[in-house]
């Protein structure tokens, strides 16, 4: 028999203190952690003298930083005895009941007959307390006896809930992206086998986007580091020749990364953050090229 439900964490040079209330959090609402540690280095002593009292937490460190997509997939060889997993940052905190309520929000639209492929919790901006929304496209009310859902094009990675299973037919996360872009990618891949993906409008999830917020131009923009940065540009050409991303998003990152190349330079009084884009477009259509 299947165990219920497994939490897979990411961890990369997290913040202690913040983590303890993650994984403190998760281990009340999961029959097991696993803690994939991307981190260059072991972690061991200070992770299990942290949370040595918890039996149901499991850490594993890669010793170096082989990007988001390799944890989560190192991550899922360790849940193939449960039947649903949900993924977690270092640093996004669950609401009390997040986990069950995202299991009973799966099974009622399985229930009738939609295939989600993924649900998530509300994400709430850590700075604001103001959950994120999408600038773009209003998510799409979705209501089923009774009960609202979101239904969205894709969702992030931290919090979303899947069925173990369903990664035999829509694959894993692409390791090629290492970082940005992983868990659209994922929603989108999904789409084509017929899944929906969807947020819960009953539980959230205190999460913060890139590096937290700056106000620019009177908009509240969440800011990168160089090292994000080349991962948005060069899989922004990775994706863009691909037919199954949707062409809103194409779109849309081309207006925002073409504002992009010029306010973070300018912000930041760094040309060389202009140089790290550059290097990322780059080599993001030399790597179109080889796969030819």
């Not at 594993?60 to 940052?89: C, S, T």
């Not at 669950?94 to 639209?109: A, G, Q, R, S």
């Not at 590096?211 to 060069?234: N, P």
Request: some cysteine; overall charge neutral; glycine content about 6%.
């Amino acid at each position: 028999m299947k165990k219920e439900i497994a939490s897979i964490v990411i961890l990369y040079n997290p913040n202690w203190n913040l983590l303890k209330e993650v994984i403190n959090e998760a281990s009340t609402q999961c029959c097991k952690v696993f803690a994939i540690d991307n981190s260059i280095g072991n972690n061991r002593s200070i992770f299990e003298s942290s949370f040595n009292e918890l039996e149901n937490v499991v850490y594993y460190p890669l010793l170096d930083n082989f990007g988001i997509a390799h944890a989560q997939n190192v991550g899922l060889e360790f849940v193939k005895d449960y039947e649903y997993v949900v993924f977690l940052d270092q640093d996004s905190i669950p609401f009390e009941n997040m986990v069950k309520t995202l299991i009973e929000d799966f099974k009622l639209l399985r229930l009738h007959n939609v295939q989600v492929a993924t649900i998530g919790p509300q994400p709430v901006n850590s700075q604001t307390n103001n959950p994120y929304e999408p600038r773009l496209f209003k998510n799409k009310d979705f209501i089923i006896d009774g009960v609202k859902f979101f239904q969205t094009k894709q969702i992030i990675s931290s919090g979303g809930l899947m069925l173990v299973k369903d990664f035999n037919e829509i694959g894993h996360f692409e390791e090629l992206l290492f970082i940005d872009g992983v868990d659209h990618e994922w929603c989108w891949r999904a789409k084509k086998y017929g899944y929906q993906t969807f947020l819960s409008t009953r539980t959230s999830l205190v999460h913060s986007l890139g590096e937290g917020d700056r106000k620019i131009a009177g908009f509240d923009i969440a800011t990168t580091s160089s090292f994000r940065l080349y991962y948005q540009y060069r899989n922004f050409i990775i994706l863009l020749f691909r037919g199954y991303v949707p062409f809103y998003w194409k779109l849309n990152s081309f207006i925002k990364y073409i504002v992009k190349m010029v306010y973070y330079p300018v912000v930041n009084k760094d040309i060389n953050i202009l140089k790290r884009i550059i290097v990322g477009i780059k080599d993001g259509f030399k790597i179109i090229l080889e796969n030819k």
